[in-house]
T-cell receptor, first 116, second 112 residues
Framework: GAGVSQSPSNKVTEKGKDVELRCDPI?????LYWYRQRLGQGLEFLIY????????KSGLPSDRFSAERTGESVSTLTIQRTQQEDSAVYLC??????????????FGPGTRLTVT | KNQVEQSPQSLIILEGKNCTLQ??????????LRWYKQDTGRGPVSLTI???SENTKSNGRYTATLDADTKQSSLHITASQLSDSASYIC???????????WGAGTKLIIKP
């Protein structure tokens, strides 16, 4: 079946504008994660969705960042009033497990965001 | 502080040669350790997942080892191929926790 897909693949935006990034997880995967990867650095956890439970938003860097997920399907990550330090690749992953800890996470190709 | 450190930061080897990448972690309590391969412009792909009771796990030409006492892991690549050129990332998860601590990765370049 299809893997995790993300759109757009690249996004260039002006400082101060809002952007919306989309993630389509693998069908049947209950867990969904968003990560940020700055150039040459490791992945930073942003937010975790598990079924209908309240999401873990502990990794969101500021209140300009928010994310939603409709049931066990599509998720959108929104960044308001973008800043240059938001420039990074935003990766989405999904997994089968209810706990998510020991099950493999399958990653999308990422969205490369450039804020000018 | 929970951290994952990898070495070397980058490595260049000739095609056909073997290499070993290192990972040290301070994550506690520990649940499992994973190695991922990330090609340029792609998302990471899982190579191995090991719990604290596993000392070694292989996936083709990739062999990961884990010493939970010293909190060290290594990834050995045998008979390297050009397609092995990528970043290799060590990732550690908390006990019963979905959050993963990611290393910065080792950038491996295979030259013909």
């Amino acid at each position: 079946g299809a893997g995790v897909s993300q759109s757009p693949s690249n996004k260039v935006t002006e400082k101060g504008k809002d952007v919306e990034l989309r993630c389509d997880p693998i069908s049947g995967h209950t867990a969904l994660y968003w990560y940020r990867q700055r150039l040459g650095q490791g992945l930073e956890f942003l937010i975790y969705f598990q079924g209908n439970s309240a999401p873990d938003k502990s990794g969101l860097p500021s209140d300009r960042f928010s994310a939603e997920r409709t049931g066990e399907s599509v998720s959108t990550l929104t960044i308001q009033r973008t800043q240059q330090e938001d420039s990074a690749v935003y990766l989405c992953a999904s997994s089968r497990s209810l706990t998510g800890s020991s099950y493999e996470q399958y990653f999308g190709p990422g969205t490369r965001l450039t804020v000018t | 502080k929970n951290q994952v450190e990898q070495s070397p930061q980058s490595l260049i080897i000739l095609e056909g040669k073997n290499c070993t990448l290192q990972c040290n972690y301070t994550v506690s309590p520990f649940s499992n350790l994973r190695w991922y391969k990330q090609d340029t412009g792609r998302g990471p792909v899982s190579l191995t997942i090991m719990t604290f009771s596993e000392n070694t796990k292989s996936n083709g030409r990739y062999t990961a080892t884990l010493d939970a006492d010293t909190k060290q892991s290594s990834l050995h690549i045998t008979a390297s191929q050009l397609s092995d050129s990528a970043s290799y990332i060590c990732v550690v998860s908390f006990d019963s926790n979905y959050q993963l601590i990611w290393g910065a990765g080792t950038k491996l370049i295979i030259k013909p």
